[in-house]
């Protein structure tokens, strides 16, 4: 048998870095990101060394004089040990190394510096290290080659990343554009920046941000939030984490949003911009809150285009809601109209968070909205009114029933939005002082006065007679007295949740489904017609004795009580109130023939 | 107009993101539709809850839903396609597995009629094997699982197939079963490493292999698989149908990690407020078998709803409490289904945990 030979796999390395530089990275402006990334981790490096080293960043745009973009820091620079290692190896990164490694900047260079081939096909880094003092070029090419030479004119310590701006990139060096992106990007960094196009130099950045020093005035931070996210918001929270050291503002929205709406913040990690749209250092329920942060030790996915989700993240954003969490707590206390204000505006995430902490619904109960028959009420305005709260889960349920209760004296609340029943319920079991009940129509004609034992006797031949036309429409009668005794009769649904109208459909033998929830639950709809005692024409239809006529003026009622309680009225119906109409007609014309 | 009424609500079905609320204006826009008599939107808006509801733990509205749809489309097949769910179909055997009070005989009535809708509609037996296996290793029973692999393999993958990632997870489980650990962490590996994936995969997998590598002294794995698993849980934290393997990822934290293994129970077991079925079965013995690693007096902090199992107006129990409802609940769970199955294969899950 012959020997066996081991061979190793050939990379393409055009291939790869077009990959990596591409691929890794969606939008072609991050080399300016990456670049000051380095930048800053040269500087900061260096201050390690000599803390009060003051670190710059020069950016020599492309002019008429000169080609070249030529970005430059007076940091740590690199030996040339490093660049071997980690400029030249591709997949050299911090990533396969320790902890201690993580924190150290040379080992980031190399992987981010790869977006410059994005808008160049060269990079030149020219390099002199504080430790080596020794000037090196270093050349590579987007076709996979670099060379390291080292450089006979002398440089100070720190490096220069030079880049020839590939023509369909050209806008991106542009004066303005440029600025524009340093800002949006380095706006948090501690150094200073400067750009220069042929012989002018202007600084566009040079000193930390307002919000990230120790004493700063909520006036000053509402001002910062109206620029940088064009909002007046109704207030500002600082805040600062242990967990992966966060600090930054809290601001909250003036207008009210939707749940599926993604808010955009502003995420820096080390003070350098990373991401808007990142909303997993956030509460869940935060979703009327806008952020300023900027964090040292959380860590950011490889694309560095959001937060890495870890424990610390999570821990991080504990801290935050627990924040959150106690402002609203103080809120009411210390600015009672921005507390109103909240409670108007984001009613819907605070009942959301209510119901998920308990001791967030303690403080808010008392406030927390609810749409009722009366309109707009705060829980203890409704709880002032009567000592019983009355809610209706279903929308058709309280549209039935909302004029009803109301000539009762009954305040209703519609308990069909979202949270609404799930809070009330909260609420119910967790204040034993509060009584909650769910009313649907049939329970409120439950409240209804029945008649009298001792008018039974005169009642009996004419609940019969009524129950008999009545079975034809699947409709049981009671005869109660209520409000508004101009209203003679009212039509009450059985009360039925969604799985049993669904089932209530279904034909037994329908398919295997159907057979096994009918044989399950047997399912018969029962409605109530509930006729006004106190009513005058009830009163007079007591008397009818000719059935026919009886007959129609009945089924004259269901219709309308039907119309009353918002049923949709169907062909069926129709045609029953039109030959019960005509039937009275015809009846009339008879008794005015035989008069 | 009742239809404009209609698109408002599947408007705001859109708008939402909690799924108990889509669900909740969901079933609002069907009580509109029946009343009109509109099967067509009928039709739709069910179908549009059933693929809502399976993003949760427990379903209330499905089966009655699917039962409709059925009905709708026998009596005018002009009006539908029959393919437009069959994939529903799936789910809804799960379901008839699910609950303890459907019998035998009226799974296999389902099954033959899905079987004939499958046939005429140009596809094979495979989901109806796929849903045969899932049974059998519910019930752990290792004759009913090797039958069931035999014929799900016997035939090739097409539409209506679980995914790839679900059948080979559904394969990791019944070698755990029938040839032990090794060789089903060696079967899980293209999981583990993502190479297929869906909404339960590698999650599902990553818990049973923590689990079982705890059990078989195989720590270090175990440990990996639940870090896999609880990144796994970060990008679902709000999707509930990842109760079960919440819960036995804590069961297992239970063994290694007391304080994570309460926490974990006092943010999920409030989410298993669903019917008693077979999912609630399995999560009665893992929170038995976890109370067991507790202290008796140890307290949860448990929010309940008032539809939950354990609701009983208060919101602190004890570890022994807890031991003593789910251990219950087990009990007669085994009983019921073990009358409907015919065998003891729930009973002997419940002597193991």
């Known amino acids: 048998m012959q020997e066996e030979k081991s061979y190793s796999f050939q990379v393409n390395l055009k291939g790869m870095i077009a990959l990596l530089s591409e691929h890794l990275y969606s939008d072609p402006n991050t080399f300016v990101r990456e670049l000051l990334q380095n930048g800053v981790d040269a500087i900061t490096a260096l201050k390690h060394l000599d803390e009060q080293h003051q670190g710059k960043i020069t950016i020599e745009l492309p002019s008429a004089e000169q080609s070249k973009f030529i970005f430059k820091d007076n940091g740590i620079g690199l030996k040339e040990a490093d660049i071997h290692q980690f400029l030249s190896v591709i997949g050299e990164s911090s990533k396969s190394k320790d902890i201690e490694d993580a924190k150290d900047f040379i080992g980031k260079f190399g992987i981010g510096l790869l977006s410059c081939f994005v808008v160049s096909d060269e990079i030149i880094v020219e390099t002199k290290s504080a430790l080596e003092q020794l000037p090196l070029r270093w050349t590579a090419r987007a076709e996979g080659d670099y060379k390291i030479e080292r450089m006979n004119e002398d440089t100070p310590v720190g490096t220069r990343v030079i880049l020839t701006p590939k023509k369909q990139y050209n806008y991106i060096f542009e004066a303005d554009y440029f600025e524009k992106k340093i800002k949006f990007y380095g706006d948090a960094l501690r150094e200073s920046i400067a750009i220069v196009v042929g012989d002018t130099e202007k600084i566009v950045h040079k000193e930390e941000p307002k919000w990230l020093s120790s004493s700063v005035s909520k ?56 991401a808007e749209e990142d909303q997993s250092i956030l509460p869940n329920w935060a979703f009327f809150v806008r952020m300023l942060v900027n964090t040292e030790e959380l860590s950011a996915t490889a694309s560095r285009e959001s937060l890495m989700r870890n424990d610390v993240l999570r821990l991080a954003r504990k801290e935050i809601a627990a924040v959150l969490k106690t402002y609203l707590q103080q809120v009411k206390k210390i600015d009672f109209d921005i507390y109103l204000r909240i409670i108007q505006t984001h009613y819907l995430h605070l009942k959301a968070f209510a119901l998920e902490d308990p001791d967030f619904l303690d403080i808010f109960l008392a406030d927390i909205p609810f749409e009722t028959n009366r309109g707009q009420r705060s829980f203890q305005n409704i709880i002032d009114h009567q000592q019983q709260l009355y809610y209706c889960a279903d929308f058709e349920d309280f549209k039935q029933i909302d004029r009803m209760a109301d000539t009762q004296g009954m305040l209703l609340v519609n308990a069909s939005y979202t949270f609404d029943t799930e809070l009330l319920r909260k609420i119910k079991q967790r204040y034993s002082e509060y009584n909650i009940a769910e009313m649907s129509p049939n329970q409120l004609l439950g409240t209804f006065q029945p008649v009298h034992e001792n008018e039974h006797d005169q009642f009996v031949s004419f609940k019969k007679d009524v129950q008999h036309i009545l079975d034809d429409y699947n409709c049981q009668l009671e005869i109660r007295r209520f409000k508004p005794v101009d209203t003679p009769a009212i039509f009450t649904k059985m009360d039925q949740n969604n799985v049993e109208h669904t089932i209530s459909q279904l034909k037994e033998n329908a398919n295997p489904f159907a057979q096994v929830l009918k ?65 009275l007609i015809v009846m009339g014309l008879d008794n005015f023939v035989n008069l | 107009m009742y239809t404009l009424k209609i698109q408002k609500l599947r408007n705001q079905v859109a708008r939402v993101d909690n799924t108990l609320e889509k669900v909740n204006l969901l079933t609002q826009a069907i009580r509109i539709a029946d009343e009109n008599q509109d099967i067509e939107w009928g039709y739709d808006l069910r179908l549009d809850l059933i693929s809502e509801e399976i993003d949760l733990a427990f379903s209330t509205e499905s089966l009655p839903a699917f039962a409709w749809i059925l009905q709708a489309y026998d009596e005018n097949p002009e009006l539908f396609k029959e393919e437009d769910f069959l994939w529903q179909y799936k789910w809804m055997m799960s379901e008839l597995y699910d609950n303890p009070d459907v019998s035998r005989e009226q799974i296999q009535a389902a099954l033959r009629d899905f079987e004939q809708r499958l046939i005429r509609n140009g596809y094979g037996k495979r989901a109806i094997y796929n849903e045969e296996l899932s049974d059998a290793l519910a019930q752990k029973d290792l004759a009913a699982i090797e039958l069931a692999l035999k014929n799900v393999n016997a035939l090739q993958r097409d539409d209506m197939s679980d995914c790839e990632a679900c059948e080979m997870d559904a394969e990791v489980a019944a070698i755990l079963l029938q040839q032990g650990y090794a060789p089903a962490v060696e079967k899980a590996l293209p999981l583990i490493e993502r190479q297929f994936t869906c909404a339960h995969v590698p999650l599902r997998t990553a818990v049973n292999l923590a689990y079982e590598g705890y059990k078989h002294g195989d720590i270090e794995r ?44 006092e943010r999920f077991l409030p989410w298993a407020d669903g019917p008693e079925n077979r999912s609630m079965f399995q999560l009665a013995c893992y929170i038995s078998e976890a109370m067991k690693n507790f202290g008796p007096h140890e307290s949860f902090v448990l929010e309940l709803g008032n539809q939950h199992n354990l609701f009983q107006g208060k919101n602190t129990f004890t570890a022994s409490e807890l031991a003593i409802h789910y251990g219950k609940l087990a009990d007669q769970l085994a009983d019921r289904f073990d009358l409907r199955n015919g065998n003891s294969n729930f009973r002997k899950q419940v002597t193991f945990a």
């Open chain 2, 222 to 265: 175990a440990n990996s698989m639940a870090e896999l698993a609880e990144k796994e849980v970060f990008k679902k934290e709000k999707d509930s149908a990842i109760l079960l393997s919440v819960i036995k990822l804590a069961t297992y934290f239970s063994y290694t990690d007391l304080g994570k293994a309460k926490e974990w129970i």
């Open chain 1, 219 to 274: 006036t000053d931070l509402l001002a910062i939030g109206k620029e940088l996210f064009h909002v007046s918001f109704l207030d500002a929270i600082p805040f600062e984490t242990t967990a992966g050291k966060a600090k930054g503002v809290l601001y909250i929205l003036p207008f009210r949003t939707q749940f599926s709406n993604k808010q955009r913040h502003r995420i820096y990690l080390k003070r350098m911009f990373l």
């Open chain 1, 519 to 583: 044989t399950a639950r047997p399912n018969k709809i029962q409605n109530t017609l509930c006729l006004n005692a106190d009513n005058a024409l009830i009163i007079t239809l007591i008397d009818i004795k000719d059935t026919y006529m009886l007959r129609s003026v009945v089924e004259v009622l269901y219709v309308q009580a039907l119309i009353l309680g918002k049923y949709p009225i169907q062909e069926r119906e129709m045609k029953v109130m039109n030959d019960a109409l005509k039937n």
